[in-house]
């Protein structure tokens, strides 16, 4: 079975400018996470969505930070303009749909550094 | 709200030691616990987890967690610590509903000394 599925995993860009980062989440699987990951931090839920709909955005600062999905499979978190704090580790994340324990599946994580 | 702590930043055994890595939670209803391991530049692969039943738990490679409801804990072990285990721990907390959010603690980095 295929995991979830980032990209660009490294990310280079100056302050100002904007960056986009895509996720394909595990086949099947309703629920999609994005997490930022600041160096020495735990992980942070910026945006949560059930299939094309947006369960939890409360922690995404949207004057900068949008994510969507529209076919309720692949999703892109975008950032503009960037800031030098939102240099992180930007983990997408899937889960099948439900209630109860299924496991959240992350990928392996798209590194942003801001210059 | 809930919340996570895990206590120790940096943790150094030697190798063959036993392993304990701490995490308390604050959560109002009855938790879902996590331990993830995080390699470095690689994203975050779940040990185990607790939802129910008996309070402790078995995992991956060996690991295993003890919930332990009065004390608010869920302290992840290992009884020989091998090289291969050095990386950066978390323990996380998910709510009881249907989005099942994740909370994390601040992580445990494991170093081991040869």
């Known amino acids: 079975e295929a995991g979830v599925a980032q990209s660009p995993r490294y990310k280079i860009i100056e302050k100002r400018q904007s960056v986009a980062f895509w996720c394909n989440p595990i086949?099947?699987?309703?629920?999609l996470y994005w997490y930022q990951q600041i160096l020495g931090q735990g992980p942070k839920l910026l945006i949560q969505f059930q299939n094309n709909g947006v369960v939890d955005d409360s922690q995404l600062p949207k004057d900068r930070f949008s994510a969507e999905r529209l076919k309720g499979v692949d999703s892109t978190l975008k950032i503009q303009p960037a800031k030098l704090e939102d240099s992180a580790v930007y983990l997408c994340?899937?889960?099948?749909?439900?209630?109860?324990?299924?496991?959240?599946?992350f990928g392996e994580g798209s590194w942003l550094t801001v210059v | 709200a809930q919340s996570v702590t895990q206590p120790d930043i940096h943790i150094t055994v030697s190798e063959g030691a036993s392993l304990e890595l701490r995490c308390n939670y604050s959560?109002?209803?009855?938790?879902?616990l996590f331990w993830y391991v995080q390699s470095p530049g690689q994203g975050l692969q779940l040990l185990l987890k607790y939802f129910s039943g008996d309070t402790l738990v078995q995992g991956i490679k060996g690991f295993e967690a003890e919930f332990k409801r009065s004390q608010s804990s869920f302290n992840l072990r290992k009884p020989s610590v091998h090289w291969s285990d050095a990386a950066e721990y978390f323990c996380a907390v998910g709510a009881n509903n249907a989005g099942n959010m994740l909370t994390f603690g601040g992580g445990t980095r494991l170093m081991v000394k040869p």
């Open positions: 959560y109002g209803a009855t938790p879902y």
């Open positions: 994340a899937s889960r099948l749909l439900g209630t109860g324990g299924n496991t959240i599946y």
């Open positions: 086949s099947g699987h309703a629920t």
